[in-house]
């Protein structure tokens, strides 16, 4: 059973410094999503896509981007890294919009 | 938009006694209702859902939650917990027929176990 895997599992990150990354779902899912957790905040939308090749904005996207080129595929890339996106990030599909969720093992991001 | 409220950060507990993870929801348009779990250091895991039909719904773990309508809830229960439920717990809601894409997740309830 594989699901949804992150890469990479943690990473330090100078500011300043470009970052993709990785998440990849082998269900077929239409629908891919990108979360923060932050301490004390839950977890909040950063970025989504509905189906391959469309994407939209959740509710913290400044500093992110996205692209669907593909169904299985869905990379976040930091621009220029800053302090503030040190955050534990979760990869999650679904099989359509406002179906149940599956989210992968998450990617910590320590931003010095 | 929708919001949840999770009423309690943090809920401490005998072993083997009930328990009650409080949610309250807002939303504009008809939502279908979530609560998800997270064990230290892993991801969420799905722990029941509310789509439509029964407003009691069943989910892993012996836990249970309820849908009312009327006070725009969905709190989550179980009837006697374990020390392995130790862990954070989020409720989570998403729109349909309109409204923000993705999940909007409460805060989160930390749940202690207490021997």
């Known amino acids: 059973i594989a699901g949804i895997t992150q890469a990479p599992t943690s990473q330090i990150l100078a500011a300043g410094r470009r970052m993709t990354l990785r998440c990849t779902q082998d269900m077929r899912h239409n629908a891919m999503y990108w979360y923060r957790q932050d301490l004390g905040l839950g977890l909040r939308l950063i970025h989504y896509s509905n189906t391959a090749g469309t994407t939209g904005k959740g509710e913290v996207p400044d500093g992110y981007s996205v692209s669907r080129a593909n169904t299985d595929d869905f990379p976040l890339t930091l621009a220029s890294a800053v302090p503030s996106q040190t955050s534990v990030y979760f990869c999650a599909s679904s099989p359509t919009r406002s179906d149940t969720q599956y989210f992968g093992p998450g990617t910590r991001l320590t931003v010095l | 938009a929708q919001s949840v409220t999770q009423l309690d950060s943090q809920v401490p507990v005998f072993e083997e006694a009930p328990v009650e993870l409080r949610c309250n929801y807002s939303s504009s348009v008809s939502v279908y209702l979530f609560w998800y779990v997270q064990y230290p250091n892993q991801g969420l895991q799905l722990l029941l859902k509310?789509?439509?039909?029964s407003t009691l719904v069943k989910g892993i773990n012996g836990f249970e939650a309820e849908f009312n309508k009327s006070q725009t809830s969905f709190h989550l229960r179980k009837p006697s917990v374990h020390i392995s439920d130790t862990a954070e717990y989020f409720c989570a809601v998403s729109a349909w027929g309109g409204g923000a894409d993705g999940l909007t997740f409460g805060k989160g309830t930390h749940l202690i176990i207490q021997p």
């Open positions: 509310y789509l439509s039909g």
